[in-house]
């Protein structure tokens, strides 16, 4: 039987093929150039004329110094605002996404794994945590995207929980758990995001409840205290917000 991965993913490979070469595009590329020495990305754009350049700048081990790794921060960063970037974030990972999304391909409902995987792609890349989580950039997305696709709504019927989005971030709590104080802030993230709260708010909430203390996910995430408490408390008062209304 043949598969439907390979219609799904020549759609978007057709879809890259205009996009890489087309000139309003590579114009908008260059217009994210920061004028700063230091900006890896500011290399790659000062001569571009095809979007791949891109794709090849942030491969594994294509700057010895760690900068496509860098590059690719930095696109994930221009994601928030500009399409463009975050749509060739998706065509880099899409190769790690198609593979590790074709374990889980059920071909009894016939539903293509990689449209499933791929929008959950888009979210994480779109609310990637560019602050905390700067290190192995790719595989992080990739992993993110396919826990929220997959692995979170397979959790939930395990545990009997309803089935909703998998855009939606659940905390992983023992059926044990029942009735504690961690269900319930599980079912309050669980609002805030479905509410429209940026994962990289709801992920430090998430992150605070696992860690022992302020000073170990300040350690875990490179950062001062007081960046995490000022995170804390920007990421507490959008989770009011979002409930209340």
């Given amino acids: 039987m043949q598969t439907t991965t390979p219609g799904f993913a020549h759609r978007l490979d057709a879809e890259w093929a205009r996009l890489r070469t087309s000139r309003r595009c590579v114009q908008r590329a260059r217009a994210w150039r920061s004028g700063d020495p230091d900006d890896p990305l500011d290399a790659v754009l000062a001569s571009i004329d095809d979007l791949d350049d891109l794709i090849r ?16 921060l930095r696109l994930v960063e221009l994601a928030s605002a500009d399409e ?16 590790r999304a074709a ?15 791929v929008p959950a792609a888009w979210f994480a890349v ?3 945590d560019t602050i905390g989580r700067r290190n192995h950039v790719a595989a992080t997305l990739i992993s993110d995207a396919v826990y929220d696709a997959f692995r979170r709504p397979l959790r939930r019927r395990a545990s009997t929980e309803v089935v909703t989005s998998p855009h939606r971030l659940g905390l992983r709590v023992p059926e044990t758990a029942v ?11 669980r609002d805030a995001s ?12 998430c992150h605070l409840a696992r860690a022992e203390s302020v000073g170990a996910v300040a350690s875990e995430r490179g950062v001062t205290d007081r960046t995490i408490r000022n995170h804390r408390r920007r990421a507490v008062a959008n989770v009011r917000a979002a409930i209340a209304a």
């Fill in 126 to 128: 779109r609310t990637h």
């Fill in 84 to 99: 463009l970037a975050g749509r060739i974030v998706i065509q880099r990972i899409l190769p790690g996404l198609i593979s």
């Fill in 179 to 189: 009735g504690t104080p961690l269900v319930e802030l599980a079912e309050v993230i």
């Fill in 103 to 117: 374990r889980y391909r059920d071909f009894r409902d016939h539903i293509d794994p990689v449209e499933i995987v």
């Fill in 194 to 205: 479905a509410a429209g709260v940026a994962r990289v708010d709801t992920d430090l909430l």
């Fill in 57 to 72: 700048a942030t491969q594994r081990g294509a700057g010895a110094d760690g900068s496509d790794n860098a590059i690719l």
